[in-house]
């Protein structure tokens, strides 16, 4: 299966008419990728109603003939210079531009060489928008790295131990995941045991796990330019009442949320959906975070899933769904999965067990 | 040894009296580093001449209090505010900011933010012009990550051979690099053999090794926050003349050009020296990049070595010193070595053989 570049920029196109844009700059090199499909890390993108061009360096002039489809590629040497030249032959007045990923200093160079044919207007999140619902190239993608995760979370169940230490386990995991062909993680290993385990991102450390702890391991990894996102919370040795209490308020949170997905509801919703549960339990107060978000060529993506989020869940989403329970000096439980919204919904893209696991 | 944070605000202090600026708002992670010790992944600082207040997110709440020295922590809920806020109360008019790392979107909002009491003005390099001038505790720490460099080469060209492939070598020479305490590679590893060598930024690939040809292998490694930067050509078999050739060429242009590193000379007169040696040579069209860049927190900072650089060497900076011949459809030779700037001239942080190996 090959991305639909084509479809991708005809979508593209309808959000730059829709805002009256003579054209647009695309900067963020995700986004760039997304259109184009170029996996470099120097290149811009303009792209107006009839016209798309892709700019890149020297150093990539064999790597983009290879990979951009659809686009005519510009070799610069000033990429100021080049793009301004481009959209004064494109005769665009009013040029988008991604405001989140243009540095201030670009800006203010850019606005200075389109002086005064055209003008800079800034938009949050015109391309991102479109991502948050995946083609079927990209849903190939995400589940072949959900399913390589899933195979890491048997790797972790090993390594994740009494006596061993959180940092060796990770790096343990890591080395298995990129003799697998991932290309990297999609973020620092979470391994917090114990205590450290309230804190919603603790990094692997230098601690060493002991019995009769709770373990969260929060990890993805970075496969063919997607990401994927899973956690699990295990125990060593034997649960405490306690351990057994906070775990079930969780789990059973999860899956009201997952329960809730489909196409047309809020996200807040689902993000209520958990809440809910973990609030009626009494222990809302230690459930600091949303209860997920999109997951694509980045590992933090439209839509979030929080109380406030404004988005309407729609057939073709890849969220996460992550509640959890951080309680300060005791230690913490999250369980999460991705699950892809379809018009029946939800359908989930990780399967590692979500009983308690004792390890 | 440990960082003179006090000096280093010190330093910073008189360039904001030089610019006539009430305060300053450092938004660059690396920078950050600088200044205060905080080694996390979300923090501001803003600086006047009476005051200095860090500002990071609750995740960060005990590492801030561990690492931050010389500066009033403040934890924010949503940064902007807490920004404008701490402006508002050290009463400053005139506020500098990093305009190459403030998005446009965070500069905006910061302006409406600060109206109409505080005014915001751009500046790309205020305090990464500090960085370039190493003290001590730096240099201490760029010698190690250089020596552990010295260490994978002295490993890279056990795995470096015919019949092996780029990318596999690389992963090999990464886990090397990992197990003995390096956090990251400084940048990917390139491995480039053959005519890939022609490709100044060739990045491992599938490639296969093959006898007779030339490896250029440039590496970094990333040592408790600290970069290295280091580049060997290997030749795979005994060499042709013409590959003798090319790599006496540029061997003497990087010994042109080290010769030529001491306070007071221009950073271009260093580039010029290995220039004129490639280019009498009769190679002149075949060396299309700099000859060297400074290297520390970052692995590319100021200053840069080209034919145009207008900065002047200093003592205690540490550069590169990396000239190149790349020949389409041949190869490509590079060789590289981090220097520290003394009084007495260069001295080498990297020591790795730079007689033309054979593997």
Do not use: C
Not at 25 to 34: A, C, E, F, G
Not at 81 to 94: C, F, L, N, P, R
Not at 134 to 146: G, L, N, V, W, Y
Not at 231 to 238: H, I, P, Y
């Amino acid at each position: 299966m090959k991305p639909l570049y084509g479809e991708r920029l005809k979508r593209f196109r309808a959000g730059l008419a829709a805002k009256k844009l003579d054209a647009f700059l695309v900067t963020d090199l995700k986004n760039i990728r997304y259109l184009t499909g170029f996996t470099g890390s120097s290149a811009y993108a303009i792209v107006s109603a009839g016209k798309a061009f892709f700019l890149t360096d020297p150093r990539y002039t064999a790597q983009s003939r290879e990979e951009v489809e659809g686009f005519r590629v510009r070799i610069f040497k000033k990429a100021l210079d080049t793009i301004a030249q481009t959209v004064s032959e494109m005769k665009a007045g009013v040029i988008g531009f991604e405001s989140g990923s243009l540095s201030f200093d670009n800006y203010s160079k850019l606005k200075k060489a389109l002086r005064p044919k055209a003008a800079l207007k800034p938009f949050a999140a015109l391309v991102s928008g479109l991502r948050s619902v995946k083609d079927p190239f990209e849903i190939e993608r995400i589940s072949e790295a959900a399913r390589l995760l899933d195979r890491g979370f048997t790797y972790a169940m090993k390594v994740v131990k009494p006596g061993a230490v959180e940092s060796e386990a990770a790096y343990s995991i890591e080395t298995f995941f990129r003799k697998r062909g991932a290309e990297a993680l999609a973020f620092d290993t979470i391994i917090a045991s114990g205590e450290r385990g309230a804190l919603p991102h603790g990094k692997a450390s230098e601690k060493r796990i002991k019995k009769g702890e709770f373990v969260v391991v929060d990890m993805g990894a970075l496969l063919n330019g997607y990401n994927s996102d899973e956690t699990r919370t295990f125990v060593t040795g034997r649960p405490s009442v306690k351990q057994k209490e906070v775990y079930g308020v969780v789990r059973e949170a999860q899956a009201a949320a997952i329960e809730s997905v489909r196409p047309g509801v809020k996200a807040s919703a689902v993000d209520l959906a958990a809440r809910g549960v973990i609030e009626k339990a009494g222990y809302g107060k230690y459930f600091g975070h949303g209860t997920g978000h999109g997951v694509g060529l980045d590992i933090h993506e439209g839509p979030g899933l929080g109380p406030a989020s404004p988005e309407l869940l729609e057939e073709g989403m890849v969220i996460t769904v992550e509640p959890g329970i951080y309680i300060p000096g005791w230690g913490g439980v999250r369980i999460e999965d991705m699950v892809l919204v379809t018009k029946n919904g939800a359908r989930l893209l990780t399967s590692t067990n979500r009983d308690l696991v004792i390890l």
